[in-house]
């Protein structure tokens, strides 16, 4: 079974020189409808595309601007443009729609579409724009995802498992999530700098017959999870490479420093 490897080096400052284990990701960053995280224009630079679901386009609109108080409040609107605003479009603000519509943004209305939720729309948006050389290297990074409304969250977690060829990761302030795929074991190298050292390793929709990790504190052994029953959560990194082979797809979450 061959190994997939995973690494946060996205929250690294850019003055950090990495020696990527991931041979140069591609990223693309969805902004969804809640509070800018601190480090949402560092993850902007790294994008490569950058798309608002619906409401996501007030936050870009409303939150850039407070993040950079010290500067003009239009020259930091005018730069930080997304390639697109998707959904259904019933929460963006008209002045806002105006705003980026005039500046040549693409605003896609799937408002026919009242079964799929704005953040998979964007991620159908971006799986459409990415050229197939880059695909196998894309990772998705979704902000505002976490915290808020238990709904969406579930929600947002769903999109991971719709799209689990994907490699999705959401993201709050002060933590993110991503998926295991059981076609993998993983190797997840820590970027302590930034992440760490709370973690959960969460069966979700299936329990787990048998999982095994190393790097962990509390480290599993061919361990059975389920909810009901055991689900490793107020777990604590130990090494700087965790690693985890299970039967069944498995949610990672990993804290996010305050300091970064
Ligand atoms: N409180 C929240 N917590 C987590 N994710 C959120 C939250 N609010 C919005 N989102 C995410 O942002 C996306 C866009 O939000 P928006 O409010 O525009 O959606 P919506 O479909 O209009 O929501 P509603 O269910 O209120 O009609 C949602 O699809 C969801 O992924
Ligand atoms: C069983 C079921 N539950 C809820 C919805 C509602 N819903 C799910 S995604 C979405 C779009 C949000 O922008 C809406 C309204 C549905 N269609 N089917």
Not at 56 to 77: H, I
Not at 215 to 220: E, H, I, N
Not at 222 to 234: P, Q
Request: include cysteine; glycine fraction near 6%; charged fraction near 25%.
């Amino acid at each position: 079974m061959e190994a997939m490897r995973h690494a946060s080096t996205f929250l690294l400052p850019s003055s950090v020189e990495t020696a990527d284990v991931l041979s140069s990701p591609a990223y693309a960053l969805v902004v969804l409808n809640q509070p800018l995280p601190r480090f949402a224009p560092l993850l902007w630079e790294r994008a490569k595309l950058r798309v608002c679901a619906d409401g996501g386009a007030n936050r870009l609109f409303d939150g850039m601007p407070e993040l950079f108080p010290d500067k003009d409040p239009g020259e930091v609107r005018f730069k930080y443009k997304p390639d697109a605003i998707k959904g259904d479009l019933d929460s963006i603000r008209a002045e806002v729609k105006d705003y980026y519509s005039d500046l040549g943004v693409k605003i896609v209305d799937e408002s026919q579409d009242q079964e799929t939720t704005d953040l998979h729309k964007c991620v159908d948006f971006i799986r459409d724009y990415t050229p197939i050389l880059e695909k196998s290297n894309l990772h998705i990074l979704v902000v505002g995802a976490l915290g808020g409304r238990f709904d969406h969250e579930i929600g947002n977690i769903n999109v991971l498992y719709y799209f689990s060829n994907m490699r999705i990761i959401l993201l709050s302030d002060d933590c993110l999530i991503y998926l295991l795929p059981k076609t993998h074991r993983h190797e997840i190298y820590i970027e302590s700098s930034v992440e760490g050292p709370h973690c959960g390793l969460i069966p979700v929709g299936t329990s787990s017959a048998s999982t095994t990790t190393t790097g962990l504190q509390w480290d599993l052994t061919e361990t059975g999870m389920h909810f009901g029953g055991l689900v490793s959560t107020s777990n604590i990194v130990r090494e700087e490479k965790v690693t985890v082979h299970s039967d069944t797809d498995l949610l990672w979450t990993i804290s996010i420093r305050k300091s970064s």
